[in-house]
């Protein structure tokens, strides 16, 4: 079994561990290109500066969730549950600064409460060993159901200027897109170089190993899901201010493009491999998809469709592979 | 397999139902009307179709995920093969029968031949097989079936809805394959201990296949029922049925980590959760109200009944 870091595989190039360790990486990275290429070659409209920037800046909260789903799943658990935190997320930091209250706590207060929400989650899982599938399925029905019963799905509008974070533009480049690159670039070398970031590998691949390592797999979890938790809750507020309108419902299906994210860029779903890198740029590659649909004519109700038969797909691989180095 | 302690579950179970029922009773005189609960039945079926297979797809240690989009795609099969294809509707109706076993076939293909973890292979299904109803349907709906077909749906027999006779004659039947035949006996010993039960020659992958295929098949009987309802076909329809089900499987006392379970328990499950949304609905709570405490509920059942394994020696 090929470990999360590229330290196996001795006595290869340099290039030759790059290429092992960051392969689906790099495949999706291929598929970017060739996708832009393609669809470019069809229809150059795609290509515009426009359609280029909705691309990024419009789902880079996508990509931003699934940092923190890449680190969940690599611990060995799922949370279906992300989708509907990331709707009341938004919905609380607009209340928050539609109500008058100063700017900082209408994007601090809701990132503090996704990660208060993901702490008892995560305890959840951690102690009483209730699977995440279902601690997470029921905290979904209670946040959606809770979102619409407060608030009855009006939306939030006139919210302030300033509050609008994700609009911020920087040398003509909207702020989602740093918050994307930074937080992955960030991620990464957490989960690379940092003490806990290895401890969530080896937490993911082999509890009891970590636990006789001298880890502690309970508080790694807890400590994942936190984490998890600040990632929705910057993905929140991206999402709640890239639109002059806040919905308050939950984007239907949204935990499932980020986990669909996460897998595709090469997190295995059995835990213990994979990186963030790959699930930022998975998500990207899912916005070129549903983008080059509408630019080649394909009715967008086939998206969905066409993103299942992708997990499918890196999941049989993910199995094939495995069974050849096992 | 400790018998004594699974009757105390279900003995547990039946009278937290009693003790609903007579609340229920208590609190609104529209409760306890043959027209109300009768009607409570009908809204049940469909979950409680699909709750049977759940059942033994968690017994034996699995997960389906997909069960609300395979009820989604099968109606919209259905709508397709009758109104596009130009099929007789009861043609449509064993085409689309088959078409969610053929469903539930591929999600028993994936998890046995490639070794993927049901909770993942069930989660692709899930996108896939809702993405195809969507695809298939351009989110246009079919509407216009004939009078005769609503009977499925809104029918009554002898004064009972026609799917509360479907169920009850499922549930019998899944009750007597799940607790009396070999096969429900290798449902146990696979969802118990699945190396062991490889190594005692119980054809672990088969049985499998079988349940997921047959878990296929009961969410598309609730699509026909559903469409019959509801008098039209939706890509959304089923949207979230898994959470329903495995709230009722899980509530009535079969273990999500596997080998425990039987179909009684899911039985009372689901009709203490209806009791719970109709007493709700009845005292003024709204539908969104509801699936907050089904939520809670769902985490509580776990809760307890992790805690109940674990002080067993689980």
Redesign the interface.
């Known amino acids: 079994m090929s470990t999360a870091v590229a330290a196996v595989s001795p006595g290869r190039s340099p290039f030759g561990r790059f290429v092992s360790s960051y392969g689906q990486e790099i495949v999706v990275l291929g598929c970017i290109a060739a996708l832009f290429i393609g669809v470019g070659a069809v229809n150059p409209r795609f290509l515009s500066n426009t359609n280029i920037n909705s691309i990024f800046a419009g789902n880079a909260y996508i990509a931003v969730a699934a940092i923190g789903m890449s680190m969940i799943i690599i611990a060995g658990h ?1 949370d279906v549950s992300v989708g509907s935190l990331i709707g009341v997320i938004a919905t609380i930091a607009g209340t928050l600064a539609v109500g008058g209250y100063p700017i900082w706590i209408a994007w601090l207060v809701p990132v503090l409460f996704a990660m208060a929400v993901n702490a008892g989650v995560g305890a ?1 899982v951690a102690y ?4 995440s ?3 997470t ?6 946040l ?3 979102l ?2 407060a608030t009855a799905g009006a939306w939030i509008t006139d919210m302030p200027a300033d509050f609008m974070i994700a609009q911020k533009r920087v040398f003509g480049i909207p702020s989602a897109v740093y918050f994307m690159v930074v937080l992955t670039i960030l991620a990464a070398l957490f989960m690379r170089y940092s003490d806990f970031g290895r401890a969530i590998y080896a937490v993911g691949g082999n509890s009891e190993a970590a636990r006789a390592a001298g880890l502690n797999p309970e508080r790694t979890v807890v400590g994942v899901f936190v984490l998890h938790g600040f990632f929705a809750g910057i993905a929140g507020l991206l999402f709640a201010t890239q639109l002059q309108v806040i919905q308050s419902t939950v984007p239907p ?1 949204l935990e ?1 493009t980020v ?2 994210a996460s ?1 595709i860029g090469g997190v295995s ?2 835990g213990g491999t994979g990186t963030v890198i790959g699930s930022t740029l998975a998500a990207i590659l899912f916005a070129a998809i549903g983008s080059s649909l509408i630019f080649l004519n394909v ?1 967008a ?9 992708m ?2 797909a890196t ?2 691989a993910d ?2 592979r495995r ?1 050849r180095t096992l | 397999m400790n018998l004594p302690a699974l009757l105390r579950h279900e003995t547990v179970l039946a009278l937290l139902v009693i003790i609903a029922l007579a609340t229920l009773a208590g609190l609104s005189d529209r409760f306890f009307t043959a027209e109300n609960l009768l009607n409570q039945g009908r809204l049940m079926a469909e979950v409680g179709l699909v709750a049977l297979g759940m059942t033994f797809v968690i017994v034996t240690g699995g ?1 389906d995920l997909s069960v609300g989009s395979i009820l989604g795609l099968t109606a919209i099969l259905f709508g397709v093969f009758w109104q596009n294809v130009g099929m007789p509707l009861p043609v449509a109706m064993v085409a689309a029968l088959a078409s969610g076993t053929l469903a539930g076939v591929g999600n028993g293909l ?1 998890i046995t031949r ?4 049901p ?3 069930t ?10 109803a ?2 298939i ?3 246009r709906s079919v509407r216009g079936y004939p009078e005769w077909f609503f009977f499925f749906g809104q029918g009554e027999i002898l004064d009972v809805p026609v799917q509360l006779w479907v169920l009850a004659i499922a549930t019998a039947i899944c009750a007597v394959i799940l607790g009396l035949t070999p096969f429900g006996r290798a449902t146990y010993a696979t969802g118990a201990n699945e190396v062991a039960a490889r190594f005692s020659g119980i054809r672990v992958d088969a049985t499998k296949l079988w349940i997921y295929a047959g878990t296929g098949f009961l969410a598309a009987l609730a699509a026909i029922i559903f469409v019959s309802r509801v008098t039209t076909t939706r890509s959304d329809m089923g949207t ?1 049925l ?2 329903d089900v ?2 009722g499987v ?1 509530l009535g006392g079969t273990s ?1 980590f596997g080998g425990r379970g039987t179909i009684i328990g899911t039985a009372l499950g689901l009709i203490l959760i209806q009791a719970l949304k109709n007493g709700l609905a009845l005292s003024g709570v ?1 539908g ?9 509920v ?2 509580i059942a ?2 307890v009944s ?2 109940v394994d674990r002080s067993r020696g689980g």
């Open positions: 799922i959840l009483t060993r209730i699977p599938i279902v601690v399925l029921g905290m979904l029905s209670i959606k159901g809770g619409i019963s299906n499932l986990i669909t897998v779903i059995l009715s109700y086939w998206l969905r469709a066409v993103l299942g038969l997990i499918l999941v049989l199995m094939a069974r | 997960i994936i490639f070794k993927v973890p909770l993942i292979a989660l692709a299904t899930l996108a896939l097989y809702r993405g195809l969507e695809g349907s351009q989110a979230g898994e959470l495995i709230t899980v999500i709204k969104d109200g509801t699936i907050v405490v089904i939520g809670i769902l985490i776990i809760l992790a805690i």
